[in-house]
């Protein structure tokens, strides 16, 4: 048996008046989805636990099979694994963004998609300045960096389970006074913050940036702090080996933790130029050597953050032509085989951040009668079938009866 799973990030959503009281989802010309949708199972599954961060990193754990409730401590230390840094039992991990904050409003939390070269130079002028020993700034891709805290007797981490940050992206274009971390190690936090304040204002690639019209990253931003997770690895809890296509850190840290090779594709972005030819390509490569394989596309949640529904569709199109379409038709001459789709959260434009709530998935293939409906939130929550629990739907895409 072949899987494939096809992830457009935060694509399910709200109806908007913009859409005569569609969704992105229902506006959207999706015939390979509605496909899969109409020869398989339409359901509805809730990914994210109401008192866990209603984020990709809990979200996406409990989407490939891992209760959150049990392995999440935080998302930096799975960003930290894409990047094969070793955390220590008491080393922490904290996700650094670079932001614009103006009058003290989040105004962009990508600091205008900052250059992942712009990025390096920006933080490695912030770890010259601080005089922090066991700090270590390491540069990722744009906006997305880490900071790591190494712990040792002299220098012990000062974060607990009681320090409190919050995502800048749920942040946009609202008020951050009161947002900044709270709780155990929080000073340290913030004076960082403050201090890349200082560091940022007059260094020249902010001066470069805003003399060509875009905006300067004003500092860094750090949340999402945690300690190395503990994950059994995908082909002992399941039984088959996996593959990765992601051009987002969080998943190939994922990826990292389970045991699942990673597959990157030239021109992967992770926004809405990503290359998504070229991962319906790889993935229907892939195929031929794993037993499943992953796709995972941010350009539905980035549109998502910046209030976009018109790119929100234009990129679900896009994921319907280049990968949906390739990758069913590679799997249809491979033998017994199932297909799953499903945004990981949803990310409603209006609000622009991340949501708690159910999101709709489509499967077919192998033992999956036809239901005839489309692939949309309004048939998902139709069909009567729900995973309260979203951990629980990963057993079932596998190896679960969906004819009863």
């Known amino acids: ?3 494939a799973i096809i992830i457009p990030d935060g694509c399910a959503d709200l109806p908007l008046p913009q859409l005569d009281g569609r969704t992105p989802l229902q506006a959207a010309h ?7 949708a109409s020869s398989g199972v339409v359901a509805a599954t809730d990914n994210v636990p109401r008192h866990l961060p209603a984020g990709s990193e809990v979200a996406n754990m409990s989407l490939f099979g891992y209760d959150p ?6 998302r930096a230390p799975i960003e930290a694994a894409a990047q094969g840094i070793e955390l220590g039992p008491h080393d922490w991990a904290v996700r650094c963004n670079l932001v614009t904050v103006e009058d003290q409003v ?3 939390f990508t600091a205008d998609h900052i250059s992942t070269e712009e990025a390096a130079e920006l933080l490695d002028a912030l770890q010259q300045a601080l005089p922090l020993p066991n700090i270590e700034f390491v540069p990722g891709v744009s906006y997305r960096n880490l900071m790591v805290v190494r712990h040792s007797d002299e220098l012990p981490a ?3 389970a ?3 940050t919050r995502a800048p992206h749920d942040l946009t274009d609202l008020p951050v006074t009161d947002d900044y971390p709270r709780g155990p190690g929080s000073d340290l936090l913030t004076e960082i913050m403050h201090r890349s304040i200082e560091i940022f204002a007059q260094h020249r690639i902010n001066r470069q940036r805003v003399a060509a019209g875009k905006r300067p990253a ?3 931003w750090l949340w999402g702090q945690g300690k190395r997770p503990s994950l059994q690895a995908f082909h002992q809890r399941f039984g088959v080996r996996g593959a990765m296509i992601t051009a987002v850190d969080l998943l190939r840290g994922l990826a990292a933790l389970i045991g699942w090779d990673r597959i990157e594709v030239e021109g992967a972005t992770g926004y809405l130029d990503t290359n998504y030819a070229g991962k319906g390509q790889a993935a229907c490569q892939a195929l031929d050597e794993y037993d499943i394989v992953c796709v995972h596309i941010e350009a539905t949640d980035e549109a998502s953050h910046e209030g976009r529904y018109d790119e929100k569709i234009n990129a679900l199109e896009k994921i319907d032509e280049y990968i949906v379409a390739p990758v069913h038709a590679k799997l249809q001459t491979l033998g017994d085989y199932r297909l799953l789709i499903l945004p990981d959260h949803p990310t409603p434009c ?7 709530g159910v999101v709709p998935l489509a499967v077919c293939g192998a033992g999956i009668p036809a239901s005839g409906a489309r692939y949309d939130e309004a048939a998902a929550a139709a069909s009567g079938r729900r995973f309260e629990r979203g951990w629980e739907m990963m057993e079932a895409f596998l190896h679960g009866r969906w004819d009863g």
Do not use: C, L, Q, W
């Open 30 to 36: 999706i015939p390979h989805m509605d496909a899969v």
């Open 350 to 356: 209006s609000t622009k951040k991340h949501s708690h």
């Open 162 to 164: 009681d320090t409190r």
């Open 218 to 220: 004003t500092s860094v």
């Open 69 to 74: 409730n049990e392995y999440f401590t935080g």
């Open 106 to 108: 989040m105004v962009d």
């Open 1 to 3: 048996m072949k899987y």
């Open 158 to 160: 000062p974060f607990t």
